[in-house]
């Protein structure tokens, strides 16, 4: 019987199970949940890459990482083919071109990993997953960033989602991938390495008892009440002139019976004016909150006027608190070609998605304070925003409660909204804080601080979710030290895997010699 090595040294294997890795990737994540194709993943992309050289395993990762995101963030195309009206041809070239260029980071992972890291034993399980973890890091900041997928974000309801208090999403999908890893060593090992998998195995026992532990404690104030709007207009019709009064009888028809309740929220730019033109309409409501105790949150578009700018001003895309509350937010981490268009001399004009108002935003300061809701202070994310770990636990460590805005009616009924909801449990788990999700048609939610959703609405329905939320006291170490101490680690595991390939070709060219 030929060993595993062997199959897939045979021509066109080892990139089949590259290739079919990254698919399966996929089913780990929201809405399928199927965790355990996360280790599956692991474990084939550690078995392709056992055998061959460098170049071959960079060919492998590109394959990995084109199925992944091909079929991972599919979503894509529903906004621009059905929002952007593009043809169906330039959508799908539209798609595999951003795909194709997210494929180039396990690509150039495959790459290190076989010219610089394989030896070949057991000690390659955690160099491969340390290598992974450090590229899902370079994933949430290189050229604006695009952290979808991590592979830590499959672990949510298991037992290893308690590393995230610890070490967030990436110590999360460290032990997972190493998990995987170790798996995958066992199987093609003729000697079966159990050492790798006895670590692991380790790895998900001790994350029993974490999960035993309090970060945090519920406040002595008592719970919050709250009110989460979801308006469910079409986004046809959203930004069309003559939808602008009805959108505003919606919301403020769904929110006259909340009146009273400590903190309403409406979802991003749920007001389809510039924020000057809606100071009539801004100051009924929140005269209206104010008399009711109340604050309310709302998404609105604003105008800054700038007069070096060549157009004399630029658009923002903001939170404000109204009534009780006070305080203004500019969202930070805008989306590419959603948000604003790189190299718009160009490409503007293309896709009419690349010409509506929200497609010409200039971003807020990085530093802002946290908004206002009596006596509360809220950590807004708008949208994209709360994909961010670092982002988010920035402002979530002075926070009572995380409030995030978004508008996932651009991705339709996909798996891009489910994909959403799952980062934004994450942040909640991380830093140990009840999260507040308004959106336009779904998923508005609860979550609780252990990342759990505590009650929902339907998609695709307007309503408007009561429900209450406790202020926690207390900080959990991810929220106190981030995720520095482990990219400390795995830069260190890299460092060290680099020095013993070193040494073992020096041995190996020494001894050549010799003979």
């Not at 949430?140 to 967030?168: E, K, S």
């Not at 809220?378 to 988010?392: G, H, R, T």
């Given at each position: 019987m030929q ?5 897939l040294?045979k021509?066109?294997?080892a990139s089949?199970?590259?290739f079919?890795?990254g ?6 994540f929201?809405p399928?949940?199927?965790?355990p194709f996360a280790l599956v993943a ?5 078995a ?7 170049a071959?395993l ?11 995101y091909?079929?991972?963030v599919?979503?894509?195309?529903v906004?621009i083919?059905e ?6 041809a ?19 992972m ?5 010219r610089?890291?394989?030896l ?13 973890t450090?590229?899902?890091w ?7 960033g ?5 592979a830590g ?6 037992a290893i ?15 997972s ?5 170790a798996?995958?060593?066992l ?6 390495s ?5 670590v692991a ?30 308006g469910?207009v ?8 003559e939808?602008v009064?009805?959108?505003l009888?919606?919301y403020?028809g769904l929110?006259?019976?909340?009146w009273?309740?400590e903190?309403?929220v409406w979802p991003?730019?749920?007001?389809t004016l ?5 100071t009539?309409f801004?100051e ?5 909150a ?5 604050t ?7 105008w800054?006027r700038d007069r ?10 903001t939170a404000?608190?109204l009534?009780k509350?006070a305080g ?5 981490r ?11 001399f160009?490409?503007r004009?293309w896709?009419?998605l ?5 497609s010409?935003l200039h971003p ?5 304070p ?11 994310a708008?949208?994209y925003e709360?994909?961010f770990p670092?982002?988010v636990r920035t402002q979530?460590r002075d ?5 995030t ?8 009924d996909?798996?891009g909204p489910p ?5 934004a ?6 830093n140990g804080?009840y ?9 508005t939610?609860?979550?609780?601080h252990q990342?759990?959703?505590v ?5 695709f ?10 202020v ?6 991810y929220?106190?030290l981030?995720?520095?101490p ?6 260190s595991i890299?460092i060290?895997g ?12 020494g001894?050549?010699?010799s003979?």
């Amino acid at each position: 019987m030929q060993a595993p090595t062997e199959i897939l040294a045979k021509r066109g294997v080892a990139s089949a199970v590259a290739f079919g890795s990254g698919a399966v990737l996929v089913l780990a994540f929201a809405p399928f949940d199927f965790w355990p194709f996360a280790l599956v993943a692991a474990g084939g992309l550690y078995a392709a890459w056992s055998t061959g050289s460098a170049a071959s395993l960079a060919f492998r990762g590109y394959l990995f990482g084109l199925a992944k995101y091909l079929i991972g963030v599919s979503w894509i195309y529903v906004s621009i083919h059905e929002h952007g009206h593009a043809g169906v041809a330039l959508s799908v070239f539209l798609v595999m071109l951003f795909c194709a260029g997210l494929a180039i980071f396990p690509m150039l992972m495959g790459y290190a990993y076989g010219r610089w890291l394989r030896l070949g034993s057991a000690v390659d399980v955690v160099t491969f997953a340390a290598l992974w973890t450090f590229i899902d890091w370079i994933l949430t900041w290189l050229l604006t960033g695009f952290p979808w997928l991590l592979a830590g974000y499959a672990h949510l309801g298991t037992a290893i989602g308690a590393y995230a208090p610890i070490g967030g999403v990436l110590l999360v999908g460290f032990v997972s991938v190493f998990s995987g890893a170790a798996i995958g060593r066992l199987l093609l090992s003729r000697a079966r390495s159990w050492a790798p998998g006895a670590v692991a195995l380790l790895l998900w026992l001790i994350a029993i008892p974490l999960g035993w532990i309090a970060w945090v404690a519920p406040a002595a104030r008592g719970p919050v009440e709250v009110a989460l709007v979801q308006g469910n207009v079409a986004q046809e019709i959203k930004w069309l002139p003559e939808s602008v009064e009805p959108i505003l009888e919606k919301y403020e028809g769904l929110t006259e019976p909340e009146w009273g309740r400590e903190l309403i929220v409406w979802p991003e730019a749920a007001i389809t004016l510039w924020r000057h033109q809606a100071t009539p309409f801004l100051e009924r409501m929140s005269e209206r909150a104010a008399d009711s105790s109340t604050t309310l949150i709302t998404g609105i578009v604003g105008w800054e006027r700038d007069r070096n700018h060549v157009r004399g001003g630029y658009s923002q895309n903001t939170a404000i608190a109204l009534g009780k509350g006070a305080g203004d937010y500019v969202k930070r981490r805008l989306v590419p070609f959603g948000e604003y268009v790189p190299l718009e001399f160009i490409i503007r004009g293309w896709i009419e998605l690349f010409d509506l108002p929200m497609s010409r935003l200039h971003p807020g300061a990085m530093q802002q304070p946290l908004l206002e809701a009596g006596e509360l202070r809220l950590a807004m994310a708008i949208c994209y925003e709360i994909v961010f770990p670092e982002l988010v636990r920035t402002q979530a460590r002075d926070a009572d409660l995380l409030v995030t805005i978004s508008n996932d009616t651009w991705f339709g009924d996909s798996i891009g909204p489910p994909q959403h909801m799952q980062m934004a449990q994450m942040r909640a788990l991380e830093n140990g804080r009840y999260l507040l999700r308004s959106t336009n048609n779904g998923i508005t939610a609860i979550v609780d601080h252990q990342g759990r959703m505590v009650a929902r609405l339907p998609r695709f329905e307007q309503g408007v979710l009561e429900g209450s939320a406790l202020v926690m006291e207390g900080r959990t170490l991810y929220s106190r030290l981030g995720g520095m101490p482990v990219l400390v680690g795995c830069f260190s595991i890299l460092i060290i895997g680099f020095w013993l390939r070193r040494r073992v070709v020096h041995e190996d060219t020494g001894q050549a010699g010799s003979e």
